[in-house]
């Protein structure tokens, strides 16, 4: 269940994987569900596109892109890649 971009910056096994989140599972799950939910709130606004929202837009050429805006401000994005922002 978890994106292409994941499997592919973490390198890891099948196995490796799994064993990975059963150890972190283990770990966490004597957690208060409020405690948790604040585990996963602090892992998520780590993540590159947290809090960003996805505009369409067509720059002078007609080339359709997308715009990101979030808390620091906005940033123009390939339809194909929502991570790395266009200079």
Known sequence: LLPQRVLSQFKLSPGERE?????WWADHRSL??????????KLAQDLEMHGV????IRNKKGTE???GVDAL???????????????
Do not use: C, H, W
Request: proline share 3%.
């Open 32 to 41: 208060a569900r409020e405690q948790s939910v604040l585990e996963y709130l």
């Open 53 to 56: 929202n996805y505009f369409d």
């Open 65 to 67: 892109l997308d715009l």
């Open 19 to 23: 064993n990975r989140i059963m150890t």
């Open 73 to 87: 401000g906005f940033n123009i994005y390939e339809k194909s890649d929502r991570l790395s922002p266009k200079v």
